[in-house]
């Protein structure tokens, strides 16, 4: 009908974990370079088990069923098993996004590694293969 | 909630029940080419044309010998540009910066034969500016084609001041009436256009067929090259059945302008009204009143993701539009709206924009479900981090 899954709908017309978490461990934000939009992701990390994340966005119905997808998927992981998570297996737990709409999963990857990111250099805790991600006001 | 309401008649329109009657024939057992006329099968087929052509002629108040079929609006549009270019050399393609792409493309297409494009601006509700049309026709121009009705916004051209600009300079006029035919009425002597373009499938007519209406007297180029069909300006065996039924959803359109006005303008305002009443940093784009096509509602929202609004709308049950989703990189960015907002104070701010099309199809019962779905779509839409600074940033 819209080129949705019924996950993907599920997702954006009642997501999960939409919202903000006051005094994060961790926050980071990004943005598409591809159509502009942005996404920002917050995570309570206790030891080093994320127990809740929560997501705000600017972005169309697919940014929103993956934030709210990858925000399910990441609680109970630690932050190094979250580092691992990719957009397409976000895009797989939604049961497929329409190719134009991949790039949109990749907000979702890429605020969680931004948050993930926040975490490290506050806490110092090193998280192997992560980075410093792009400066959302640069694109 | 999941049938699907259809408010996208700006897009195209459900073929109308005449329509289909006059097609079958041409479909099944009359064949025959119009160009063999010796046999009555051949015949037949002539004489459906001209027929067909003799009604659209009359619902244009036009002669028959004025109208040319064509593929549709897209050919229609592109045969008047490039057709009035070649008898111009080095003259100037002078378009509104609202038009269909149909026309701001073939316009393009003609610099590199030698013609330059000249895009005139529009006001916020996107009327064409005659004063800088008046001063781009200073300059040597070929063709002036200013649309009758915009498919995005609704505006309905106040299109005196535009024949007068033109014809002073005496420079060809055409108009793309794709949008306005057999939704208001159209009287080619009184608009004095020199070229017409309308498109059957947005009145209820099939896809792929439409017509160009050429004043007599009007010297212009062929486009299609080959038989003698058209006159030898669009060349190829005819549409038969396309063409018999734009001739009956037309006849049937143009007799049900003054009903349907009344009934889809108080649809329409009812929606607008409600947009203006209960949405906040909502806008309505384009002219209101006789100014706007009956069945049309297009309004941004500032801070608002134009896909999510889309999806949110889809979701809800209702076909609506973006104005034109594929047409530059950005969601939601359109060439017509950007043009209107050229020089609002919300120009360049992020918003999303919807087209809601409301057609002959279309009941109260449909614009009572989309108001009642309204709130709970543009509560979630304004959930958002930009909105959400916004506010902030207000001080609220
Ligand atoms: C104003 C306008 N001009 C031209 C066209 C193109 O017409 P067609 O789809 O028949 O090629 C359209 C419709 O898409 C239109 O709205
Ligand atoms: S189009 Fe921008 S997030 Fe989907």
Redesign the interface.
Known sequence: ??G?TEKV?KN??NPQN?GEITNPSGVGTVGSK?????M?MFLTVEGDVITDAKF?????????ASSSMATQMVIGKTVFEAMELTNMQVVEALEGLPPEKIHCSCLAEEALRAALWDYSQKSGVTIPGLSAPDDPADM | MNG?IYFDNASTTRLCAEALDAMMPHLTECYGNPSSKKYSLGADARSALEKARETVAAALNAEPDEIYFTSGGTESNNWAISGAAQKTPGGAVVVAATEHHAVLKAAAAQKKFGHETVIVPVDGLGFTDTDALRAALEKKAAVVSVMLANNETGTVTRFGPIEQAAHERGVLLHTDAVQAAGHIPIDVKKLNADMLSISAHKFYGPKGVGALYIKRGTDIGPFVFGGSQERGGRAGTENVAGIAGMAEALRTAAAKIPEETERLCALRDRIIGYIKQNIPHAYINGAEGAFRLPGNVNFSML?V?G??ML??F??SGFCVSSGSACTS???GSSHVIDALYAHSPHRGT?KGTARITLGRYNTEREADALLSALPEIVK?LR??????EFIKSQGK
């Not at chain 1, 591809?34 to 942005?38: A, K, L, R």
């Not at chain 2, 959930?383 to 959400?388: A, V």
């Open positions: 009908m819209s949705y709908v954006f017309t939409m591809q159509c502009g939009d942005i920002r705000k966005t600017f972005g169309c119905g697919a940014a929103v | 699907q801070y993701e896909d999510y999806d949110l889809t979701q990189g950005l969601p992020v979630k959930d958002n981090l930009l909105y959400e």
